[in-house]
């Protein structure tokens, strides 16, 4: 300590070790004893007094193929290291910590004890062979930028395990297979000193105080998968613990009181299945691997459940919140509890466990189809469709649309369940409402698409898919039902799915933005959605729908206040589980894709995630709220899309008013530069088709491109709309 320290420490004794602090006691780059072993060692390789001197000495870590060892080894099952270091007073060491980086396996000891193992080493206490390999692989974290496992231990374990003078921290570690690419073994012990004691050397700058993971405020769900890595698909079986105390306060130890029983699980998602916090999907299951129904913290008896890991959405909230408002608006959606996870011991942070989407009375509330059920009223319902990514997860099976070539997935009936009898029923029944909504007459009340859609189910789905702008609707993870005839003919919207990229938190498809409607983005080579919601959206009668259910749930669930304090509850409810997660998986302050804006903090996210609500919602004021009766939509006109779009020599807009009008059409250029004026003034009322042959102001013709139209009725000027030249 230099002459300043010096003068501080005495004029000012609380500023330097001041309190309770943490120091490393050994590094992974100090010299260590290491021996790559040929033989079964003693047993008491890793006590004080055993012989090792014909041991090597190195700097660790040990391994090779990373570039992240001190000491590079030859290509081997195990390494043996070791390190001696000195307690002067155990009574000041108030917890210990062993941070372990490693590929793949490991087993720690303090004096002799274990204190640690990594879970592809079967069960703590078993004796592991110098060429035992691991179950499992397993990549070392720190070299990739990431943390390194831990162990901790609290004070009474290091009043067992601890002498007052020299003691010995030894590792051993395997690896998968002889022809493993890469090893490593890099070991940090670290202790809580419970004064302004020092007696080591500050942490490394990764270091970070433990959290204790063995205690929760959210219910936990541990999971054991036998030592196995759960696989993208099939299942695989496991044993599933829930403790959910009615005090509040759930410790890892407790006995499961809500679930304690055997479960198939895999990993689900697209991909979102292969970021380090996956999500799962796991069937409740009895001790035949039968399907069993059970109730889970409270939500109705099912067998299919999934885990969601928020990961993308650091609120780990806009899944929740969406799904709890639609329920709200008397849609169902999957219902959802917070949960912190365990899989093989290992803490995996907080995740929402949730229903699956599946035909049930709880769920999506159909007529159950057999395969036997294939005339009458038994074969018209009921079934699912879904779009969304092919051959991913369960779309595995389905047909296209005859018009666009759009695909329906099949979801219930499954595609291996399905009979020929029902494709044909579903086939044609969509066939049939594409039909309907390719001809003249579509919005006729009685042979229109009010015939055949429950359009209040798709005024909300739009509402909610709308205000979350979320950048996957009408196009991925949208779900369309029907029941039987009998009950209802009509094709439902819903339930609404995944959210996480909603509410501002995608950096594509302009969605970021809180202006423009989704329905009116359809870019060209883009993910493309079906060509009938465009036609739905366009119907005078149903923008009018959606703007009195819009100035009915603004006032209420769509209001800013309501939507602040759902967020503020689930913020106190998570309340240190927050903390945890972000502990375990550090992503605050880093890109994710595909974030559009990057926060420090949590608080931070929660703020942006409120304001982008609000701002979103008051746009959509300006453009459905009713006023005095009368929606802002414009109900003296219509105006359809550009057709054909893209066109080559010439293409038409139809525009039809109901008053003496004066129109005048605007052609932009990709700058932004008007190139064209077309004027129609004082227009009696009917339809005007109003053609434009790719020429400018002067008769040139113009070059291909992307341009925009823009249309001025009396004073109201409208959006504008985009035509492509080919």
């Known amino acids: 300590m230099n002459i300043t320290l010096i003068l501080l420490a005495i004029l000012f004794p609380r500023i330097i070790f001041s309190q309770e602090h943490w120091e490393t006691a050994i590094f992974a780059e100090d010299y260590w004893k290491y021996i790559v072993p040929f033989a079964e060692l003693s047993d008491n390789w890793n006590e004080i007094g055993f012989d090792d001197s014909n041991w090597n000495i190195g700097p660790g870590g040990f391994g090779y193929g990373d570039g992240d060892d001190g000491t590079i080894i030859n290509s081997t099952i195990s390494v043996y290291f070791k390190k001696e270091f000195t307690v002067e007073e155990i009574s000041k060491l108030s917890s210990a ?7 793949d396996g490991f087993v720690a000891y303090l004096n002799g004890n274990e204190i640690g193992r990594s879970y592809n080493l079967y069960e703590p206490g078993t004796f592991i062979a110098y060429d035992q390999s691991t179950s499992y692989d397993h990549e070392a974290s720190l070299y990739n930028g990431g943390f390194p496992e831990s162990i901790i231990l609290d004070s009474l374990s290091l009043d067992t395990l601890l002498n007052n003078g020299e003691n010995i921290f030894a590792v051993q570690v395997h690896n998968v297979g002889i022809n493993s690419s890469d090893m490593s073994g890099n070991f940090y012990l670290s202790f809580k000193i419970n ?8 942490p490394p700058e990764w270091f970070q105080e433990p959290v204790n993971y063995e205690e929760s405020n959210l219910p936990l769900i541990l999971i054991d998968t036998y030592g196995q890595e759960i696989p993208d698909e099939p299942r695989i079986p496991a044993y599933m613990g829930i403790i959910n105390n009615l005090t509040g306060v759930n410790h890892i130890d407790d006995s499961f009181n809500n679930y304690d029983g055997y479960i198939t699980i895999e990993k689900r998602g697209n991909s979102s299945q292969w970021q380090d916090k996956p999500p799962y999907r796991f069937e409740t299951v009895d001790q035949e691997g039968e399907n069993n129904n059970v109730e889970l913290l409270g939500m109705p008896e099912e067998n299919d459940w999934v885990l969601y890991a928020p990961w993308q959405d650091k609120t780990m909230i806009r899944n929740v919140l969406i799904y709890q408002l639609s329920n709200e608006m008397g849609r169902y959606a999957s219902r959802t509890k917070y949960v912190e996870l365990f899989i093989n011991n290992e803490y995996r942070g907080v995740y929402v466990l949730m229903e699956k989407i599946k035909r049930d009375g709880n769920r999506v509330n159909i007529s159950k189809l057999e395969p036997d059920e294939i005339t009458g009223d038994d074969l018209t319902g009921g079934y699912i469709l879904k779009f969304d990514w092919f051959y991913t997860g369960d779309n595995i099976g389905g047909f296209e649309s005859n018009y666009d070539g759009m695909l329906y997935n099949y979801h219930y009936p499954k595609p291996s369940d399905i009979v020929e009898e029902q494709e044909e029923y579903i086939q044609n029944y969509i066939n049939y409402f594409e039909t309907v909504m390719t001809s003249d007459n579509y919005v006729n009340d009685s042979t229109g698409y009010p015939s055949i859609l429950n359009v209040g189910s798709f005024v909300d789905f739009i509402l909610l898919q709308e205000f979350s702008k979320n950048v996957d609707a009408y196009r991925l993870s949208t779900y369309l039902y029907k029941d ?3 009950i209802d003919n009509r094709l439902t919207a819903g339930p609404v799915w995944d959210f996480n990229h909603g509410l501002g938190n995608c950096d594509y498809g302009e969605t970021w933005e809180v202006e423009n409607w989704l329905l009116e983005y359809n870019p060209e080579g883009g993910d493309q959605m079906a060509f009938w919601w465009e036609l739905l959206w366009e119907d005078e009668n149903f923008q009018l729908k959606a703007a009195q259910r819009f100035t009915e749930l603004r006032s209420t669930i769509f209001s800013e206040e309501y939507i602040n304090s759902v967020i503020d509850s689930i913020v106190t409810y998570l309340g240190p589980a927050i903390d945890r997660n972000f502990t375990r998986w550090p992503l605050l302050g880093n890109y994710i ?61 139809t525009i039809e008013i109901n008053n003496n009008s004066r129109i005048r059409l605007n052609i932009y250029n990709i700058l932004g530069h008007k190139i064209r004026t077309i004027n129609y003034s004082n227009s009696n009322p009917g339809i005007y088709h109003i053609k434009w042959n790719a020429k400018d102001d002067k008769g040139k013709q113009v070059v291909s491109g992307t341009y925009f139209f823009q249309l001025m009725i009396n004073q109201t000027i409208e959006k504008s709309k985009i035509i492509y030249l080919k």
């Open 97 to 103: 910590v062993i941070s372990a980086d490693y590929d």
């Open 195 to 202: 004064d302004d004691s020092q007696f080591y050397s500050s």
């Open 484 to 486: 039987k005839e009998s």
């Open 593 to 653: 894709w595909p974030n559009y804006y990057i926060f420090e903090t949590y608080d931070e996210e929660i703020d942006y995630l409120k304001s982008w609500a609000a701002d979103r919602l008051a746009w959509m004021d300006s453009e459905l709220l009713l006023k005095t009766g009368n929606p802002i939509i414009g109900s003296e006109y219509k105006i359809n899309k550009p057709f054909p779009n893209p066109f080559n020599s010439q293409t038409t807009i």
